[in-house]
């Protein structure tokens, strides 16, 4: 028996298909199939007399087959108003499995225990995540495996469930804004990051100490403390919107939500410099970030939701089974992007209110590039180029880079 876990955000999603504004069946991704659903396709579907032009094989790689996509990177086996033609001929079970579970993750951490999530590259995934104050509620099944159970020597630590506890009760402390309590966890696990991976009983006590220091407000003092600059976000945005156009002129077929995104920064541009490279903009990007109006808007938008931020984060850690790997890495990540979701969403505010599909969007677009496996080293490149652009490395340390980035963001909060 394995148990799984999945939150409700999850069990809630349903694919929306035809209404879907990014369907993932044309937006130029590799779909692969395996050997038993590309031999159905082949030999039993009622569509078998074209399946043997639609399908390549890949012998050099783990995948058994992919689709051809057509011109413009859609799957050939879609209507034109956006329907499965494998759905509506041969029926939902006999869809491929790549197709079938999109965008639903099971990740195994270790052998008896699977968590269930979704994706962000799908904007409805975004949308059951985010705009659910309850989505982060787990629930628990029992399932049996068939076969032999798969071997995986993973265990989690034992310090598992408080140091997860501790990353959650600061996001949620009550009266703190998500800038506090972000950088609350930055220097939390910084102050814990020696006893990663420790046995030892210590790392409990440690735990606990940091958390007397939490309540005790300390963390929220220096952030309090520190000097704020728009000059380090407009920076920052700066180097991301470098990534990202490097990133789009490479892969020129794919990423139209990114694409039509950075569009939209575009129309905020005087004529003459509609056509420069976005990134080369800094203090055209300082001005925008620092426009009160769109800052007021950001700020009454978010307060409608005030979950949006805090399962964003917490969805993260799943994501990235924190504390698996590095600690910090973790409040990077999270740091990082928050910085560069809320600087396009200030973007967007410059003469209007922000609206629920602009929060799709702005966090849409960027995870769907991260299913290109170029996009993994996104914000290791980022931080390289932030840190060079301001010297930060040298004077802090490579790893205070991100908390020096969120207490810029003071004055705006
Ligand atoms: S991106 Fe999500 S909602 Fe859109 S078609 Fe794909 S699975 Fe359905």
Redesign the pocket.
């Known amino acids: 028996m394995r148990q799984l876990l999945f939150p409700k955000y999850y069990r809630d999603f349903k694919?929306?298909?035809p209404a879907?504004?990014?369907?993932?069946?044309t937006?130029n991704y590799e779909i692969t199939i395996n050997k038993e659903d590309y031999q159905f396709m082949l030999y039993k579907s009622k569509l078998k007399d074209e399946a043997k032009n639609i399908f390549e094989r890949t012998p050099d790689r783990e995948t058994y087959a992919r689709f051809k996509l057509d011109e413009k990177g859609h799957c050939p086996l879609i209507t034109h108003d956006?329907w499965c033609r494998v759905y509506i001929e041969d029926g939902e079970d006999h869809l491929p499995h790549v197709c079938k579970t999109?965008?639903r993750i099971a990740d195994p951490r270790g052998t008896t225990l699977v968590d269930m999530s979704l994706t962000l590259?799908?904007?409805?995934?975004v949308r059951k995540l985010c705009f659910d104050p309850d989505a982060l509620t787990f629930y628990e099944r029992k399932e049996r495996v068939k076969g032999k159970m798969p071997k995986n020597t993973y265990k989690r630590p034992a310090y598992f469930k408080t140091i997860r506890e501790l990353v959650r009760d600061i996001l949620y402390i009550s009266d703190a804004s998500f800038e506090e309590s972000l950088y609350t966890v930055g220097v939390a696990l910084s102050s814990l990051s020696s006893y990663e991976n420790s046995e030892s009983k210590d790392v409990f006590e440690a735990i606990a100490q940091v958390r007397d220091q939490v309540a005790q407000g300390y963390p929220r003092m220096m952030f309090q403390q520190q000097a704020s600059s728009f000059m380090h976000q407009s920076v920052f945005l700066s180097c991301c919107m470098e990534r990202i156009e490097i990133f789009l002129v490479h892969y020129p077929d794919s990423n139209r939500r990114l694409r039509h995104l950075f569009g939209e920064f575009r129309k905020l541009l005087p004529e003459e410099l509609r056509t420069e490279p976005l990134h080369k903009l800094s203090s055209l990007w300082l001005d925008k970030l620092s426009n009160p109006q769109a800052l007021k808007r950001y700020h009454s938008y978010i307060k409608k939701h005030p979950q949006l931020w805090n399962n964003y984060a917490l969805w993260q850690a799943n994501d990235m089974d924190f504390p698996k790997s590095v600690w910090q890495v973790y409040s990077t990540r999270v740091i990082f992007l928050y910085v560069y979701f809320r600087c396009c969403l200030i973007l967007l505010a410059q003469d209007r209110e922000l609206t629920d599909d602009d929060f799709v969007l702005v966090v849409q677009s960027l995870h769907t590039a991260f299913h290109n496996q170029n996009m993994v080293v996104f914000m290791k490149q980022v931080q390289f180029g932030f840190d060079h652009c301001l010297d930060l490395a040298t004077t802090t340390g490579f790893s205070l880079t991100p908390l020096i980035l969120l207490q810029t963001m003071k004055s705006s909060v």
């Open positions: 694919c929306i298909g879907c504004e990014d369907n993932c069946c937006t956006g999109y965008p590259g799908c904007p409805e995934a």
